[in-house]
């Protein structure tokens, strides 16, 4: 954006803005042309902006990736290596379900295979490698975990349970329970 004229950026400042409560309200479906009349933008310039939903989606969700990304580089010191691990997957999984929408931007395509992109799903599969390496190496999580396995795991629990009532108190519980599979024995 650093080469775009002020009106250009103030306009995508705006569109974003206005993305972010459309997202909350709506999810990832929200709709880009109910966005660009919130803006009171033409659809064209919010696709100018955000070609894809993925880009507007990524956009909206940057700054608390980065947040998140940050916590699992501080949890990295932290000695009881599984415990750092499951309290930041704990973290994205209620920001997943307070920010709807986080989890389709998550399960767009398999993760790894967007490492190389400037995304939500490569930085948070990053930071999150990092946590995971560091579990394995002390054995205190199963070898085989990919962390494409742990953040399809939050995707699918934030997928499953982001449309109830009180979606925190199942998510939780199944959170609960696939983290007892991560035992390194295996049981």
Same mark, same amino acid.
């Given at each position: 954006?650093?080469?775009?004229?002020?009106?250009?950026?103030?306009?995508?400042?705006?569109?974003?803005?206005?993305?972010?409560?459309?997202?909350?309200?709506?999810?990832?479906?929200?709709?880009?042309?109910?966005?660009?009349?919130?803006?009171?933008?033409?659809?064209?310039?919010?696709?100018?902006?955000?070609?894809?939903?993925?880009?507007?989606?990524?956009?909206?969700?940057?700054?608390?990736?980065?947040?998140?990304?940050?916590?699992?580089?501080?949890?990295?010191?932290?000695?009881?290596?599984?415990?750092?691990?499951?309290?930041?997957?704990?973290?994205?999984?209620?920001?997943?379900?307070?920010?709807?929408?986080?989890?389709?931007? =998550?399960?767009? +395509?398999?993760?790894? /295979?967007? *490492? @190389?992109?400037?995304?939500? $799903?490569?930085?948070?599969?990053? #930071? !999150?490698?990092?946590?995971?390496?560091?579990?394995?190496?002390?054995?205190?999580?199963?070898?085989?975990?990919?962390?494409?396995?742990?953040?399809?795991?939050?995707?699918?629990?934030? =997928?499953?349970? +982001?449309?109830?009532? /009180?979606? *925190? @108190?199942?998510?939780?519980? $199944?959170?609960?329970?696939?983290? #007892? !599979?991560?035992?390194?024995?295996?049981?």
């Amino acid at each position: 954006m650093t080469g775009q004229r002020s009106d250009a950026r103030r306009n995508y400042a705006h569109i974003l803005a206005v993305a972010e409560a459309e997202v909350a309200a709506h999810g990832a479906q929200a709709s880009l042309e109910q966005i660009a009349r919130n803006a009171g933008v033409g659809s064209a310039t919010v696709r100018r902006h955000f070609p894809t939903r993925k880009a507007l989606l990524d956009a909206v969700f940057k700054q608390r990736v980065h947040v998140l990304c940050d916590r699992a580089h501080t949890l990295r010191g932290e000695d009881d290596s599984r415990s750092a691990l499951v309290e930041w997957l704990r973290e994205l999984l209620v920001y997943s379900l307070a920010a709807r929408g986080l989890a389709d931007v =998550l399960s767009y +395509e398999p993760l790894q /295979d967007e *490492a @190389t992109q400037d995304s939500c $799903a490569a930085d948070i599969g990053a #930071a !999150g490698a990092l946590l995971l390496r560091k579990a394995i190496d002390d054995r205190v999580v199963r070898e085989d975990i990919t962390i494409d396995d742990l953040l399809t795991l939050i995707v699918g629990i934030a =997928l499953a349970t +982001e449309n109830y009532t /009180d979606p *925190a @108190t199942p998510a939780d519980r $199944a959170f609960r329970l696939a983290v #007892a !599979g991560f035992d390194p024995t295996g049981t």
